[in-house]
């Protein structure tokens, strides 16, 4: 017979893994830990973003760019560290399912720019 462990709440974080999640819509939802990477300092709702992806389309990177065209300010959720990124018309270029939300595990591609593999989901909803 299979031994069952008890779960304690400390043992795991989800916000200690920098995840981006791409919500029904198109909105890009980044936890603390994402933002933490992509803003190490300063406001994130100061930040502005381009979209950015690989010529094969699995690799989508979030830059943090200075305001102009195509630019997209992080947005803060009200009482939480998770900010939001509109990217409905970028995730429709993709031609992503966005009728369910799914989340990616990101890192830093560079410097500027938090990135993750969409064909790398951690889960799916």
């Known amino acids: 017979m299979t031994k069952l462990l008890?779960?304690?709440r400390g043992e795991r974080s989800s916000a200690a893994e920098p995840i981006v999640t791409i919500?029904?819509?198109?909105?890009f939802s980044l936890n603390e830990a994402a933002?933490?990477?992509?803003v190490p300092e300063g406001d994130p709702a100061e930040v502005r973003v381009?979209?950015?992806y690989s010529e094969d389309g699995k690799l989508v990177g979030l830059e943090r760019v200075p305001?102009?065209?195509?630019?997209?300010?992080?947005?803060?959720?009200?009482?939480?560290?998770?900010v939001l990124?509109?990217?409905?018309?970028?995730?429709?270029?993709?031609?992503?399912?966005?009728n369910r939300s799914r989340r990616f595990f990101a890192h830093m591609h560079d410097p500027q720019t938090l990135a993750f593999r969409l064909d790398f989901d951690e889960t799916s909803s």
Do not use: C, E, W
């Open 35 to 38: 933002v933490r990477l992509l």
């Open 6 to 8: 008890a779960f304690t």
């Open 85 to 98: 990124v509109s990217g409905r018309a970028f995730a429709r270029h993709l031609g992503l399912d966005l």
């Open 23 to 27: 919500q029904k819509g198109g909105i």
């Open 50 to 52: 381009g979209f950015r």
């Open 67 to 82: 305001p102009g065209n195509d630019t997209y300010p992080l947005r803060k959720l009200r009482g939480s560290r998770s």
